[in-house]
C-alpha cells in the first residue's frame, strides 16, 4: 500500500496537467487571436526544457490541438525560456519543431539559427512599470518587449493604469514576437528608370508567417510624388495612428517613405529630381518603433488577458497547461500510519480471538 501511495512522489516528471478551457478558438483564444495576438509555448509543468527536450513538441502539440499561433499562420513559432543560454543541440531542436524566436532571457545576437529578443522595458505591474525604463530600452535597443504575469501564486497582480495610458498614446507599432520576426524581410527591385523605382514585395524569412514585409525608402537629390500598386492589388495611405500592422505606405517627408506590401505585390514609387540617388533598407511597419507585450506562462487566458480587452497593444502569450492538483504528503503518512497500526490491530484481534475461543472450550 505504502509503494501504491508513493509512486506519484518516486515520478517527478509526471506531473499531472489540465487544458486550459479559455485557449479554445470558440472563446477567449478567437477573440485574442482575432485582434491579433500571438500564442507560443514556454514548456509543460514540472518539466525542464533544459533538461528535456521533447517538452518542446508536447507544448507545441498542447497549443496547435486548440488553437492556431496567429491569424497570419498556424505554427508557432515563439517559445520563451528563463534560462540565460542554450547549447546548440536545444537550439537545433527548437528549429526542427518549427520555431523561430526565443525570448527572454536569452542575448538577441547568438551564432544559432534562432531570432532572440531580449526583456526590455521592464513590466506591466502595478507600482512597478516605469515609463524610464521603457524609454532607455528603446533608445537602447530600438524596441521594447515588456514582461507580464497576471498571477503569481496566490497573489493576482494588476496593471499599472497610468503607465498603460502613457504607452497606448505613444507612437508605437504594437505587434508581437512573430509578426515582427515575419515582417522583416525587404521588397526586391525590378525596374528602375530616372524617374521612378519598381519594388516587388519578397517573401517572408524561411518557417515565418506569410507577412507582408516593411521596407524604408529613402532619396537623395530628389521629392517623392507618388507612390502606387501597379497591379491589380490595392495600397492604402497610412498615418501615425496606424498602430497594427497592415498594408500600406507613409510617406515621412518629401524624400522618404515605408512601404509595407505582401509578397508579389508590385509597387512604384515616382520622383522629381535629377541625379537621384535611391537607397531601400529594412524598415518597422509605418516607420513606428516595436512595442510588444508578453504574457508568460499563460496558464489561464482569461485571467491573463482580461485587463486588456479594449487596449491596442497585442500580446504573445507563452502557454502553458495549468498543472493539475500537485501530490500530497498526507496519503504516504496515512500510509505510513496504517502499515504500524493494522499489523498490531490485526495480532490484537487474532489474540482476542484466540483467548475468546480458549474460554469457551473450558466451559
Not at 485574442?32 to 525542464?48: I, T, V, W
Amino acid at each position: 500500500m505504502l509503494s501504491v501511495l508513493l509512486l506519484p512522489l518516486a515520478l517527478p516528471g509526471a506531473v499531472a496537467w489540465r487544458a486550459d478551457g479559455w485557449l479554445s478558438q470558440e472563446v477567449v483564444g478567437g477573440e485574442r487571436l482575432a485582434l491579433g495576438d500571438e500564442f507560443g509555448c514556454h514548456g509543460m509543468p514540472g518539466k525542464n526544457v533544459l533538461e528535456d527536450i521533447s517538452v518542446i513538441t508536447e507544448c507545441k502539440e498542447y497549443l496547435t490541438l486548440q488553437i492556431n499561433a496567429s491569424k497570419w499562420g498556424a505554427q508557432p513559432l515563439s517559445f520563451g525560456l528563463s534560462a540565460s543560454e542554450l547549447d546548440s543541440n536545444q537550439h537545433n531542436a527548437m528549429y526542427d519543431a518549427g520555431f523561430r524566436i526565443t525570448g527572454d532571457y536569452l542575448a538577441a545576437e547568438m551564432d544559432y539559427p534562432l531570432w532572440g529578443i531580449e526583456r526590455s522595458g521592464g513590466s506591466l505591474e502595478q507600482n512597478v512599470a516605469s515609463i524610464p525604463e521603457i524609454e532607455q530600452a528603446i533608445e537602447e535597443n530600438g524596441y521594447a518587449s515588456l514582461y507580464w504575469e497576471a498571477q503569481i501564486e496566490d497573489l493576482n497582480v494588476r496593471r499599472d493604469r497610468d503607465v498603460l495610458e502613457w504607452i497606448e498614446s505613444q507612437d508605437y507599432w504594437f505587434t508581437t514576437w512573430g509578426e515582427w520576426y515575419s515582417s522583416s524581410h525587404l521588397a526586391t527591385e525590378s525596374v528602375r528608370t530616372n524617374q521612378s523605382i519598381t519594388l516587388k514585395g519578397s517573401a517572408a524569412p524561411n518557417g515565418a508567417w506569410d507577412v507582408p514585409g516593411t521596407t524604408h525608402l529613402s532619396l537623395d537629390g530628389g521629392q517623392i510624388t507618388s507612390i502606387e500598386r501597379i497591379d491589380d492589388g490595392q495600397l492604402s495611405e497610412l498615418t501615425v495612428s496606424d498602430h497594427h500592422l497592415k498594408t500600406g505606405y507613409r510617406i515621412m517627408n518629401d524624400s522618404s517613405a515605408t512601404l509595407t506590401i505582401e509578397e508579389g505585390a508590385i509597387v512604384r514609387v515616382s520622383w522629381q529630381g535629377e541625379d537621384v540617388e535611391v537607397q531601400f533598407s529594412e524598415g518597422t511597419f509605418n516607420n513606428l518603433t516595436p512595442f510588444m507585450a508578453v504574457g508568460h506562462h499563460t496558464t489561464d487566458l482569461f485571467e491573463w488577458s482580461s485587463p486588456f480587452q479594449h487596449s491596442p497593444l497585442r500580446f504573445t502569450w507563452l502557454i502553458e497547461p495549468q498543472p493539475d492538483i500537485e501530490p500530497s504528503w498526507i496519503l504516504p503518512v496515512v500510509a505510513f500510519l496504517i502499515i504500524l497500526v493494522v499489523p498490531a490491530a490485526v495480532r490484537y484481534t487474532l489474540k482476542h480471538d484466540r483467548e475468546m475461543h480458549h474460554s469457551s472450550e473450558e466451559e
